[in-house]
């Protein structure tokens, strides 16, 4: 995934701990969730809106400190008029920007709707009246309950980590774009 991705060489040594290192954190992060009655902190706004926006500012800066004036060359494509080229810019700022935001969105509703959607099936089976209801009707109804609460865990586990590997992919991505020519070998 990282050679597919990045396909660069030089900046390997320096860009491969911090994917390595966010890929364990971000499945640590939502694997947690998993854990019953326990929340994935990467259904917490402000834990997934401080690492989008610290990877964010440190990509930027990282382009910036390697590429010096030449990481602006990012917002224009060669070859374009100079009018157009006016014109892309600022939609080709606006865009690099909004990429945090959009891998915000992803990781959060992603995470948060595994663990609403496991909350109210926990809730609704331990709020269950068994003593009010029939014999047979209640056992009936909590083994249904019970029987979704299984593969709902499975499927938040792997949810968890497909949206850790969603995420990187993502930040693999944004590196490609920020580094720019440098990529090329």
Same mark, same amino acid.
């Given at each position: 995934?990282?050679?597919?991705?990045?396909?660069?060489?030089?900046?390997?040594?320096?860009?491969?701990?911090?994917?390595?290192?966010?890929?364990?954190?971000?499945?640590?992060?939502?694997?947690?969730?998993?854990?019953?009655?326990?929340?994935?902190?990467?259904?917490?706004?402000?834990?997934?809106?401080?690492?989008?926006?610290?990877?964010?500012?440190?990509?930027?800066?990282?382009?910036?400190?390697?590429?010096?004036? $030449?990481?602006?060359?990012?917002? *224009?494509?060669?070859? +374009?008029?100079?009018?157009?080229?006016? #014109?892309? =810019? @600022?939609?080709? &700022?606006?865009?690099?920007?909004?990429?945090?935001?959009?891998?915000?969105?992803?990781?959060?509703?992603?995470?948060?709707?595994?663990?609403?959607?496991?909350?109210?099936?926990?809730?609704?089976?331990?709020?269950?009246?068994? $003593?009010?209801?029939?014999?047979? *009707?209640?056992?009936? +109804?909590?083994?249904?309950?019970?029987? #979704?609460? =299984? @593969?709902?865990? &499975?499927?938040?586990?792997?949810?968890?980590?497909?949206?850790?590997?969603?995420?990187?992919?993502?930040?693999?991505?944004?590196?490609?774009?920020?580094?720019?020519?440098?990529?090329?070998?």
């Amino acid at each position: 995934m990282y050679k597919k991705n990045l396909n660069f060489k030089y900046y390997e040594h320096s860009v491969l701990p911090l994917v390595f290192g966010l890929a364990l954190f971000l499945v640590t992060l939502n694997i947690g969730g998993t854990i019953p009655m326990n929340m994935a902190l990467t259904a917490q706004i402000s834990v997934v809106g401080t690492l989008c926006l610290s990877i964010f500012f440190g990509i930027v800066a990282f382009g910036i400190n390697h590429r010096r004036l $030449t990481f602006f060359r990012t917002f *224009y494509s060669p070859g +374009t008029i100079p009018l157009v080229g006016m #014109l892309l =810019v @600022p939609i080709e &700022v606006l865009a690099y920007s909004f990429k945090p935001i959009s891998v915000f969105c992803r990781l959060f509703s992603n995470m948060m709707s595994g663990h609403a959607i496991l909350k109210v099936i926990v809730g609704a089976l331990s709020a269950m009246p068994i $003593t009010k209801c029939g014999g047979l *009707y209640a056992a009936l +109804t909590v083994s249904f309950l019970t029987s #979704l609460i =299984v @593969p709902l865990f &499975v499927l938040e586990f792997m949810v968890g980590i497909i949206q850790a590997y969603v995420f990187v992919v993502i930040i693999c991505l944004f590196i490609k774009d920020t580094m720019g020519h440098y990529n090329r070998h």
